[in-house]
């Protein structure tokens, strides 16, 4: 059963429609990427395209199973959805939209419509996230011979998306490196600052294949490195580890991040494990299921999450170590790069 089959058996249930503004949304239901659209998918399995004319004739060659139209604004939809149940994610909606969209129709909001489909991903979407985390992977390969003293962040960051776009990718989301003191911040903006030996260096990385990202962390000691961070790069891949092993359907993701949450504790160093350890991966690098201690989301088979355990130490500098896991009858990581 295909995206838009699952997605018609719920519309029945609350209304004639599901409609949605939304790109990673429509590249999710359709396969087919754009700045604006509008879809619309009925509860008979029905699929309408509305984009403007940058994308219309592309559009109209390259979706499958969904009539297309050019975009022409709220009031022409009219004449296709006069009298029917609208269904809308609020959450994934301008209030404008919105707005304009309850002015005209009759509007039954669901949030997370998606979320229990996105969460189990087809073996194309599988397909797609290996081959955007192979990408990846080969890139980094292809570069780390730069890291070294004397390189700045910004320079390291630029020589690995150049590989990306070499194979025919992009990034998945800003690259992140890291270096020293600076990597103790999780989400650290890259900078001129130049690499010097003894710096722990955080790459936090992604590509993109067919609209389909990876998410991948490396944490790399560059020459003599403190004894201390060493001991915390060894704490934090073995709850990593522990974490991919907890890993398989059924498992509540709460319980994942409580393994690593607690092993790294035990070690001495939970108070600086400051994010969860980990998300869902497909058209957007941060989807559902979420695995922190507020989760209340379970693992199904064939979601695609990440394992991202971190310490951060203000004074020192920090270690994340992060793959993309597919859960079927245990864990299985998706990257094959060394750590």
């Known amino acids: ?39 619309a998918v009925s509860s008979k399995g029905e699929g309408f395209l509305f984009t403007d004319k940058r994308y219309l004739n592309k559009a109209k060659e390259e979706v499958e199973g969904f009539k297309v139209f050019e975009w022409k604004g709220i009031d022409a939809l009219k004449s296709f959805f006069e009298g029917k149940i609208l269904i809308v994610d609020p959450d994934r909606m301008k209030l404008s939209m919105f707005n304009q969209l309850s002015g005209q129709f009759q509007i039954v909001q669901v949030k997370n419509f998606l979320k229990e489909f996105r969460m189990v991903k087809s ?17 980094l390969k292809d570069v780390l011979h730069l890291l070294k003293p004397g390189i700045t962040e910004y320079q390291f960051r630029k020589a690995l998306v150049e590989r990306l776009f070499y194979y025919g990718s992009e990034e998945a989301f800003e690259t992140i490196v890291a270096s020293g003191k600076g990597s103790a ?88 494990f400051i994010h969860g350890t980990g998300h869902g991966i497909g058209v957007e690098v941060h989807e559902y299921p979420v695995l922190n201690p507020r989760s209340e989301d379970v693992l199904s088979e064939r979601a695609v999450v990440t394992v991202e355990p971190g310490i951060y130490l203000p004074e020192l500098g920090g270690v994340r170590i992060e793959d993309d896991v597919m859960v079927v009858d245990k864990g299985v990581s998706l990257v094959t790069l060394e750590k």
């Open 1 to 39: 059963m295909g995206n838009v089959e699952k997605v018609a058996y719920k519309v029945g249930k609350f209304g004639d429609f599901y409609v949605s503004f939304d790109v990673k949304e429509i590249l999710y239901l359709i396969s087919f990427q754009l700045s604006f659209g509008f879809v």
């Open 123 to 139: 073996e194309t979407e599988i397909y797609c996230i290996g081959r955007a985390v192979a990408v990846a992977e080969q890139a």
């Open 185 to 272: 911040i999780p989400h650290w903006k890259t900078s001129q600052k130049e690499i010097k030996n003894g710096d722990v260096v955080i790459v936090d990385f992604g590509a993109v294949f067919n609209g389909y990202v990876s998410d991948i962390t490396r944490t790399f000691l560059v020459g003599d490195v403190p004894s201390d961070m060493k001991e915390i790069y060894d704490v934090v891949l073995e709850a990593q580890l522990k974490g991919i092993k907890t890993i398989k359907a059924g498992v509540s993701c709460k319980k994942v991040d409580k393994i690593v949450r607690d092993f790294i504790s035990e070690r001495g160093y939970g108070e600086y």
